[in-house]
């Protein structure tokens, strides 16, 4: 339950009536920072999710989609999964991750980037850092999104065994300090 209290919010769970859609937030969200983060830009986060609830991503082509200039927008892949080798430990500076697979399964692992070692350091024209170490994986499925965000690497595309087709959206949501 999503408790609002004056201009205070504090998530227990991300409820369907807050995403408007059956999707599910994996139990790696930090329901937390979600409240926070959702406090600081409303607007954001119910574009992000009015996207996700008047789209079928079934049908969606690959490619970028605009939701709010360069606060907010998707990409729509579809491609094999990998190898771990072939895989990096990431994080962004600039924007949250909102992860969903909308056909097949891939591997995610999770970390705190605090726990990695920063084997590419910060390319803001990317927004992305790389890292080295261990971390948790899960499987994703379609009906769950993982949120990621600065503090959270993610190493995401990782095969669950035969390197198989894999469609997923990438929500970018800016990120408030």
């Known amino acids: ?16 009536a807050l995403t408007g859609t059956s999707l599910k937030p994996h139990e790696t969200v930090s329901k937390t920072e979600f409240a926070r983060q959702y406090q600081l830009n409303k607007d954001y986060w119910d574009k992000a999710f009015a996207f996700l609830k008047n789209n079928n991503l079934d049908t969606m082509s690959v490619g970028r989609y605009a939701i709010d200039g360069d606060n907010v927008y998707a990409m729509i892949t579809e491609n094999n999964t990998k190898d771990m080798d072939s895989t990096k430990w990431e994080s962004h500076h600039k924007y949250i991750d909102l992860q969903s697979v909308i056909k097949g399964e891939e ?11 920063v084997t590419m350091p910060y390319d803001a024209s990317k927004d992305l850092v790389n890292y080295s170490g261990e971390g948790k994986f899960h499987t994703a499925r379609p009906g769950t999104f993982f949120l990621f965000f600065p503090k959270d690497a993610h190493r995401p595309n990782v095969t669950p065994g035969g390197n198989k087709a894999d469609k997923k959206i990438v929500i970018k949501i800016r990120y408030a300090e």
């Open 1 to 16: 339950m999503l408790l609002l209290t004056g201009n205070y919010i504090m998530a227990q769970t991300i409820p369907a």
């Open 107 to 117: 591997k995610i692992g999770v970390a705190d980037v605090s726990k990695l070692t």
